[in-house]
């Protein structure tokens, strides 16, 4: 195990925030894993997991021991007439992870094509997009619990998932690292082409017949056109959450604004956080070297030298203008650090 000391976290976070590592390391297994825990408890220093670093703003220097978590590996598991359990390792590039399943056929999470991150942070975050989340797919999850260093697994239930929410963001925050995740993935696709501009983009391409390929190069053709590539322009995708009002309080506000945009879900009425933060005219705004996007007001931007209180302070600036304006709170997706 090399643990490294004053590393720059600058390439380990898509925002691209300049903060230093007091101590540095990568893991490759479940072994190494429990080697640099033991040794951060050995030191009496805390441990601090990574995955891909788009869910995450640096607002400090870390004086931790940051672990990089490099498990890989894909494998069929089982298979059985109409599906397959597919087994990945929580370093794995969720993006890579998904063009897999496509060259293999296996269907179910071709929509959350592009989705910045690792298969290790996809249930924590019940990852999502376009009428399709992780607790729709999931079957299991192994995670290695930090104080007994014993793996133990979880299956959907125990990870009370729910709107970019699960159980390892709130009562098992800090108690678990997640080392692997079964996906059931399924022989015949059931295609989901009603969100956003899918269908409108397989009409434009020409697609006449469906495949889980067409939709995975829909949703990466949509999303490329209106978020920034992290390698060009630093962000965490979507900074905030959709949120949920009352269908009393969506009602009173669309009298009051008749092109509010709201769906019906079973908690009451989602609305698109992005058209609230556009409506108080953030949209391309810049300050500085930070910023909101051009194309899509939920992505805040770093466009090279930014610092992440910077961000931090602008999304307090956002949310305190939506709630005046509309008495809705929003939520950040990422972590602050």
């Known amino acids: 195990?090399?643990?490294?000391?004053?590393?720059?976290?600058?390439?380990?976070?898509?925002?691209?925030?300049?903060?230093?590592a007091r101590f540095f390391v990568a893991v490759t297994s479940i072994a190494q894993l429990k080697e640099a825990l033991a040794w951060a408890k050995s030191q009496n220093i805390k441990p601090l997991i990574l995955g891909g670093g788009s869910n995450i703003l640096l607002t400090k220097n870390q004086d931790k021991l940051i672990i990089k978590n490099e498990i890989a590996g894909v494998k069929v598991i089982k298979e059985e007439a109409d599906f397959f359990l597919i087994e990945a390792g929580a370093g794995v590039n969720w993006h890579q992870f998904v063009l897999t399943a496509?060259?293999?056929?296996?269907?179910?999470?071709?929509n959350l094509s592009l989705i910045p991150g690792t298969v290790g942070a996809s249930p924590m975050q019940n990852i999502g997009a376009y009428g399709v989340e992780i607790k729709d797919v999931f079957s299991s999850l192994k995670a290695l619990n930090r104080e007994t260093l014993e793996i133990e697994e979880f299956n959907a239930a125990q990870c009370q998932f729910g709107y970019r929410e699960s159980i390892?963001?709130?009562?098992?925050k800090g108690k678990y690292v997640i080392c692997s995740v079964v996906f059931k993935l399924t022989k015949e696709p059931i295609y989901h082409t009603e969100?956003?501009?899918?269908?409108?983009?397989l009409e434009a391409n020409g697609i006449n017949e469906l495949s889980i390929k067409a939709?995975?190069?829909?949703?990466?053709q949509i999303r490329q056109s209106k978020l920034p590539d992290p390698k060009e322009i630093g962000n965490s995708g979507s900074f905030f959450k959709n949120?949920?009002?009352?269908?009393?309080?969506?009602?009173?506000?669309?009298?009051?604004?008749?092109?509010?945009?709201?769906?019906l879900n079973d908690e009451g009425i989602k609305v698109p956080a992005a058209w609230l933060i556009e409506q108080c005219g953030w949209k391309g705004q810049r300050f500085g070297e930070i910023?909101?996007?051009s194309k899509q007001p939920l992505v805040l931007v770093n466009y090279g030298e930014g610092d992440g209180n910077e961000i931090k302070n602008l999304s307090e600036k956002i949310q305190k203008s939506v709630f005046e304006k509309f008495n809705i709170n929003i939520h950040p997706e990422v972590n602050f650090l």
């Open 1 to 20: 195990m090399n643990i490294l000391e004053n590393i720059s976290l600058r390439p380990y976070n898509t925002f691209g925030i300049d903060k230093t």
């Open 102 to 110: 496509i060259k293999n056929n296996w269907a179910g999470i071709e």
């Open 168 to 172: 390892f963001k709130h009562e098992l």
């Open 195 to 201: 969100y956003g501009a899918i269908q409108e983009t």
């Open 215 to 220: 939709i995975s190069d829909a949703v990466i």
């Open 243 to 263: 949120p949920t009002i009352s269908t009393e309080h969506y009602e009173g506000l669309k009298s009051l604004h008749p092109t509010i945009p709201g769906y």
């Open 291 to 293: 910023g909101v996007h």
